[in-house]
């Protein structure tokens, strides 16, 4: 191939024409110069040299209009018409260089072309020579085939015939043996001995006679020729000049970070050999109720490359995938079925489910999607860090809620993500945590129906008309006895506190209760609640310290409004206080055997106000330690 | 003012010690008790006053009430003197065991022959603390009072006649109402005369109904099965009524089955213990 040399030519060319704009440019110093001399030779006037050019007739001239020459021509100064020329000169060139760019460019395409004509031959060259190889094999196999059958044939055949012959002879023999005896009898003048022996002569040669002799030819007397079926071969032959058609692709497994909640990037290869024109990808959704053993119906898509992006899927779900390699001689086998899955959506963080302590937080979402996803992974990073960078992660939750250590004082900022094998999904919208306090919800749920639980969520009231006992709702869950609610304490065994605001004349019950503790009795009652009760009686404020229906006989001069409740697991202790007073009441001293709740009730309409989240009062702590 | 100790013994860390010194207030020798905690050792530590009951001396308190404990976890000195003047060879002061000898009340005597001596109340508010403040290391704005009995009686009128000087205050089954009781209608007739209106001077009941001043935050602890209480002679329904009335804060506990005895005491010290602390330590 020239190529090579075509292109060194054309680069010599693309030189001399940079050398050429380059000379010009030298040359463009000594333009009068060389004006003049075109002049002189044009003109012959060496007295009066041209100082004009004449655009029609493309010669210099005089300005002056002595010359008729020119005078209906188009005449310009001389330096007007040799700036006039050059551009039009610089444009030629510059045309001229884009040509040759676009004809390097072009080169390169056809080096590549080249390139590729030429391995694609080689390779041609290779399949013709194996088919042709193939060809000649089966050609050589056949003809060993055949001609071992022939050969046996033959060897059956001669065996046959020369067992024959073999019989004959023995006949043969036996006939003449008989003959020669009765000739020998036939020649006995002995009447009485012919008489005695002849009947056992003739006997045998009756029997002998009898025996009737194979005198046709024990084998087929045709050849039939060996069946040849060449079409196979013929087959090859027809083949040799195409093409063949691709073999099965290999679906590789899905990769690290290569899905979304609605989209794939399916990947596969095909063997280096095959020439292929397109592929179809087949696309089907795995159902995962099994109950339904609807099949989904499988989409297909067309594509050049040996990978796609999947998009328009479902998120959290299983797609299996294969593919088939076309080109002009025909379609492969479709290759073996590989699943890959979508990455789950976020899940969606149940800020009303949250609760925290000083040290820790319980944090609980909804997944987010339908099908069961592999796990979740909860992240956490200190609220007012400059990059809000994740300082913790928790990985392999498998359930949709968690207990997370925090440093006290501290304010969190926690997201969530869903995982599954595809990948994780985006991160939740985020809580703020502020570890200040103990911070709980009421389980309304547990809520006796009269009791109302206001928009706040933390203000209880039981209203003054009393709803008739047919309107009220009773599950196995709510109190149906004691007006009362529980408050969703944060399981983790340590230090809670928490604050009731009361009005003067509330009756109420507030502390703690087991979460299983009887739905049927009053709060104190029982020996799984303890509680402290207020009573108004005609003549003072009663106060009660309950448990197991036993209270301390306590007496308080001054009525709290706002009650403190603080929960120590470590000296397993529950106190009362008088927050306005910093006043202690009441501690009761108690083996909590499992994790208490909040507890609160009234026993009269009224209202009370929970306050949670709120540090706990250096009094209350000190007298602890 | 010379002191002289008559006794030394370490207990939970610290020490207890008993000394004796002349009185200024009560012309005599007078002995006090008093617990050091281990932080008495490296640092002042706030004065917490026992006044114990009638027939009392500085001994039971330390020896029975198991105060020691407490009071060296949380760093408490605590003073306990005796009840009353003893040996001053007044007439009729040994004659019986709810007056004179062992039976001070906690007030300054004005009638005679007991009121040369029998100034209980100026010893235990003035010159017991003066005392202390000058010779052990002590927090001389921190100290608070309780007592026993006739012990509480005396706690109970020092914090309420004196607004803002004892942080705390509690007491076990102290006499609330003398004026209402025989006890008090005996001894407050014999130190301070016939005339009822200077009784109301040392009466908590009374004292607590025109209190003013900070908030005091009061302890009381009483043994249902006192037969004291069921005698009338402690009358604590007065006080709360009258705290309740005036809203001084009173957090009162009948206590099922006890009695008026230093078991009781002993019961419940390490809570009054705390409760001092609370206001002490704060």
């Excluded at chain 2, 006090?32 to 027939?55: H, N, Q, R």
């Amino acid at each position: 191939m020239d190529l090579y040399e075509m292109r060194s030519r054309l680069q010599v060319i693309a030189e001399e024409t940079t050398a050429s704009e380059e000379d010009e440019e030298n040359e463009e110093e000594d333009e009068d110069e060389f004006v003049m001399v075109r002049n002189r030779k044009l003109t012959s006037d060496p007295s009066d040299p041209p100082d004009a050019w004449c655009r029609d007739c493309s010669v210099p001239t005089h300005s002056n209009p002595s010359e008729r020459t020119h005078t209906q021509h188009r005449v310009v100064t001389l330096n007007a018409a040799a700036q006039e020329i050059k551009s039009e000169l610089g444009k030629r060139s510059s045309s001229l260089v884009e040509k040759i760019t676009q004809m390097d460019n072009f080169i390169g395409n056809l080096e590549e072309i080249f390139i590729t004509v030429e391995e694609n031959f080689g390779r041609q060259e290779q399949n013709l020579e194996q088919h042709y190889n193939d060809v000649l094999q089966s050609l050589s196999q056949r003809f060993r085939d055949n001609s071992a059958a022939l050969l046996d044939e033959k060897k059956l055949k001669l065996e046959a015939l020369y067992g024959q012959l073999l019989s004959c002879g023995d006949a043969l023999t036996a006939s003449k043996e008989l003959i020669e005896h009765a000739q020998e009898l036939h020649r006995c003048d002995d009447k009485h001995a012919f008489l005695q022996t002849v009947m056992s002569s003739i006997k045998r040669m009756e029997e002998f006679s009898k025996d009737e002799l194979e005198l046709k030819v024990g084998v087929s007397l045709d050849f039939v020729p060996p069946p040849s079926d060449l079409t196979e071969v013929k087959h090859m032959m027809d083949s040799i000049n195409v093409v063949p058609a691709p073999s099965a692709p290999v679906m590789n497994p899905q990769a690290v970070n290569s899905a979304s909640p609605s989209s794939l990037r399916v990947c596969w290869s095909l063997f280096s050999d095959d020439t292929v024109d397109f592929y179809e990808l087949y696309c089907r959704q795995i159902s995962e109720d099994i109950a339904t053993e609807t099949m989904h119906d499988a989409s297909v898509l067309r594509v050049k490359e040996t990978h796609c992006v999947v998009k328009d899927l479902r998120p959290n779900s299983q797609y299996e995938f294969w593919v088939t390699a076309t080109n002009t001689t025909g379609i492969s086998p479709a290759s073996e079925k590989a699943v890959y899955m979508t990455v789950p959506s976020p899940p969606v963080i149940r800020e009303r489910e949250c609760v925290s302590c000083l040290e820790a937080a319980l944090i609980r979402w909804d997944s987010g999607n339908t099908n069961p996803v592999e796990s979740y992974t909860l992240e956490l990073c200190e609220d007012g860090e400059t990059d809000n960078a994740v300082t913790e992660s928790i990985v392999a939750i498998p359930t949709c809620e968690c207990v997370v250590q925090l440093q006290p004082w501290k304010r969190y900022i926690i997201t969530i993500r869903a995982v599954n094998i595809g990948g994780a999904s985006e991160k939740s919208r985020p809580i703020r945590i502020s570890t200040t306090g103990t911070f709980f919800h009421l389980l309304k749920e547990t809520a006796h129906p009269i009791l109302c639980v206001l928009d706040d969520g933390f203000t209880i009231v039981y209203p003054d008309e009393d709803l008739p006992l047919s309107d009220m709702v009773f599950s196995d869950t709510t109190f149906n006895c004691c007006v009362a609610v529980l408050g969703d304490l944060i399981p983790v065994r340590g230090r809670h506190y928490w604050e009731i605001e009361v009005d003067d004349w509330t009756e109420y019950r507030v502390g703690v209760a087991y979460e299983d503790t009887q739905r049927s009795s009053y709060l104190g009652a029982n020996a799984t609640s303890w509680c402290m009760r207020h009573i108004c009686t005609p003549s003072r404020h009663k106060y009660e310290f309950l448990h197991n229906g036993w209270s301390a006989d306590v007496r308080i001069t001054v009525q709290p409004l706002c009650v403190g409740v603080f929960l120590d697991y470590d000296s397993s202790t529950l106190s009362f206080y008088n927050t306005h007073l910093q006043q202690h009441l009441h501690t009761f001293r108690c083996c909590f055997t499992h994790n208490v709740l909040p507890c609160f009730a009234l026993d009269k309409p009224g209202t009370l106000r929970i306050h949670t989240g709120v540090p706990t009062p250096s009094y209350v702590t000190h007298t602890h330690t | 003012m010379a002191l002289t100790q008559v006794s030394s013994n370490k207990c939970c860390g610290g020490y207890q010690k008993v000394f004796e010194h002349d009185s200024s207030e009560l012309k005599c020798k007078m002995k006090f008790a008093i617990y050091l905690p281990p932080k008495a050792e490296s640092g002042k530590c706030p004065v917490l006053y026992w006044l114990s009951g009638l027939t009392c001396t500085e001994q039971n308190f330390i020896t029975k009430s198991g105060s020691q404990r407490a009071a060296s976890e949380h760093g408490i000195i605590i003073v306990a003197p005796d009840t009353s003047p003893r040996g001053c060879n007044i007439e009729g002061e040994d004659e019986s065991w709810d007056f004179g000898t062992g039976a001070g009340f906690y007030v300054d005597a004005t009638q005679e022959p007991w009121k040369t001596n029998y100034r209980m109340y100026s010893y235990v508010t003035e010159e017991l603390p003066r005392l202390i403040n000058s010779n052990f290391p002590v927090d001389p704005e921190k100290m608070s009072i309780s007592g026993h009995s006739m012990g509480g009686h005396g706690a109970l009128i020092c914090a309420l006649k004196n607004p803002g000087k004892y942080k705390a205050v509690s007491a076990f089954s102290p006499i609330c109402n003398p004026v209402q009781c025989a006890w008090g209608h005996k001894a407050f007739s014999g130190y301070l005369g016939p005339e009822k209106s200077t009784w109301e001077a040392y009466d908590a009941t009374l004292l607590a109904a025109s209190y003013s001043g900070p908030e005091l935050d009061i302890l009381i602890d009483q043994g249902r099965e006192d037969q004291f209480l069921s005698a009338s002679q402690l009358l604590p329904d007065n006080l709360i009524a009258a705290c309740s009335e005036k809203k001084i804060p009173v957090v009162f506990r009948l206590q099922q089955g006890y009695d008026h005895s230093y078991f009781f005491v002993f019961s419940f010290i390490d809570d009054h213990i705390k409760h001092h602390a609370k206001y002490l330590n704060a």
